[in-house]
């Protein structure tokens, strides 16, 4: 018998079902361009029912700073899962997924937009995510590295939050994840940038069981899950690469 109690509130958590009775509960912080993949996947983990807080991977990792609980965390980059290593918070982090940077553009293109050099245009609205989150670092990584100086019209706390500048027609382009297009059911469309650029701004998710846990078995399930099992399907599904 399922517990059908799958939801959203206001604070970005969401549940997936799970079978009842000898299912554990877990809370799983996750980079929000993860959503997807991970609410669509959570109830095929084995007796383990994941509770989620998706957000900007800066935001998740500061609130475990300050001592919010959770048992499983996935950011969106290295760096912002060191400072949880280095906080000894969490056990040891491995990668599970990879996913690259692409110019989102709305649906035809129509302000024809081929490249990075584009977005320096002063007639095109821009937006980037915050530097603080791991897209907006990638974002000047690759901007730095083509020379292109842009005037973004905002600056998002997560790459979800950038791509709606354009599907909500309030932004031209923005750069975010190819799966975040992907994801988009059709209201964005993806310029890919140069191989090179790509390439050196190449975007790997990490993913760790929190020590202070007391589920450890079924953290340590759903990371397996995200590494070679259900969750790991979704994700390819979704379009990240492992």
């Given amino acids: 018998m399922l517990v059908l109690a799958a939801g959203c509130g206001t604070d970005g958590t969401s549940s997936a079902p799970a079978e009842a009775g000898d299912a554990a509960t877990i809370t799983v912080f996750a980079?929000?361009?993860?959503?997807?993949?991970?609410?669509?996947?959570a109830s095929s983990v084995p007796h383990v029912r994941?509770?989620?807080s998706f957000g900007g991977s800066q935001q998740l990792v500061t609130q475990l700073l300050q001592g919010a609980e959770a048992d499983v965390v996935a950011t969106a980059d290295g760096p912002s899962m060191e400072r949880l290593v280095a906080a000894s918070l969490?056990?040891?982090p491995v990668t599970f997924a990879r996913t690259a940077l692409v110019i989102a553009v709305r649906p035809g293109n129509?302000?024809?937009?081929?490249?990075?050099?584009?977005?320096a245009r002063p007639d095109l609205a821009v937006v980037l995510a915050d530097p603080s989150v791991p897209a907006g670092r990638y974002a000047r990584q690759v901007l730095d590295e083509a020379s292109v100086?842009?005037?973004?019209?905002?600056?998002?706390?997560?790459?979800?939050?950038?791509?709606?500048k354009v599907t909500a027609g309030e932004a031209d382009a923005a750069l975010v994840?190819?799966?975040?297009?992907?994801g988009s059911a059709g209201r964005a469309e993806a310029v890919a940038l140069p191989q090179a650029t790509a390439a050196g701004a190449a975007v790997s998710y990490r993913i760790a069981v929190v020590r202070s846990t007391r589920q450890r078995q079924a953290a340590e399930a759903f990371v397996v899950a995200a590494t070679s099992g259900p969750v790991r399907d979704a994700l390819l599904a979704a379009g990240f690469t492992t």
């Fill in 149 to 164: 100086r842009v005037a973004p019209r905002s600056l998002e706390l997560d790459v979800k939050a950038a791509l709606a």
């Fill in 31 to 41: 980079a929000a361009s993860l959503t997807e993949a991970f609410t669509s996947a």
């Fill in 177 to 182: 994840y190819a799966t975040d297009v992907r």
């Fill in 50 to 52: 994941a509770r989620f």
């Fill in 110 to 119: 129509p302000r024809g937009v081929v490249g990075l050099d584009d977005l």
């Fill in 90 to 92: 969490v056990e040891a």
